[in-house]
């Protein structure tokens, strides 16, 4: 199957700090990805979409300006959380494809905002 | 709005018991349907999918789950547990795009 590599794996930064998730696609082209947060004993949410070359779509409730998504490339697609605060720690996990295709998600990156 | 319930939050079994968890959808049309396995602080790996055709589907790591359309349901099923089947379980499914609805989880522990 498809392999998404995500990293980092976890990452402690003070708040109001900025951090960058990568998710990359190993073996194959991706002009979609998705990203998706865990709260802790809690299911996987949607976050946003990402497109290649163009802006992510992002679900209703989550903040486009703090939550930044950059898919400039087909293997390459980056969440940033801009000025964390503790509330935004949480499990951020990647995939590509779905549907009516198997997904395949990135190992996750566990975020602690201290 | 489309949803996804997972009714047990927590199931424990003894090694060798049988194992059925489970899983009901929203929405009227008929979704492609997934369970996912994840252990702790790791990714996603699909056991089994639903697509369409026979109602009974076969997993990797001895995981059968059936679509049982008047019920709106897809349950989770394994005959003898192995301990190294803890692990938290999600259902999922979605509707002709590639946007993944996830249940709420159940925790599998099992006892030797």
């Known amino acids: 199957g498809a392999v998404v590599s995500q990293h980092p794996s976890w990452v402690i ?9 990568e998710c990359r696609s190993l073996d194959f082209q991706a002009t979609t990805m998705f990203w998706y947060r865990q709260f802790p004993k809690q299911s996987l ?29 087909l293997t390459l697609s980056t969440l940033t959380v801009t000025s964390a605060h503790p509330e935004d720690s949480s499990f951020y996990i990647c995939s590509y494809g779905g549907g009516a295709t198997e997904a395949f998600f990135g190992q996750g990156t566990r975020l602690t905002v201290v | 709005a489309q949803s996804v319930t997972q009714p047990d939050i927590h199931i424990t079994v003894s090694e060798g018991a049988s194992l059925e968890l489970r899983c009901n959808y929203s929405y ?8 996912y396995v994840q252990s702790p602080g790791q ?17 990797i790591k001895g995981f059968e789950a059936e679509f049982k359309r008047s019920q709106s349901s897809f349950n989770l099923r394994k005959p003898s547990v ?12 979605s509707y002709n795009t590639d946007k993944l609805i996830f249940g709420t989880g159940t925790r599998l522990q099992v006892f030797p």
């Open chain 1, 13 to 21: 930064c003070k708040s109001g700090t900025s951090v960058k998730i």
């Open chain 1, 45 to 73: 949410m949607l976050m946003a979409t990402s497109n290649e070359g163009s802006k992510a779509t992002y679900e209703q409730g989550v903040e486009k300006d703090k939550f930044l998504i950059n898919h400039a490339s």
């Open chain 2, 28 to 35: 009227g049309a008929t979704p492609y349907l997934f369970w």
């Open chain 2, 43 to 59: 990714g996603l790996q699909l056991l089994l999918k639903y697509f369409s055709g026979d109602t009974l589907v076969q997993g």
């Open chain 2, 82 to 93: 192995h301990w190294s089947d803890a692990a938290e379980y999600f259902c999922a499914v």
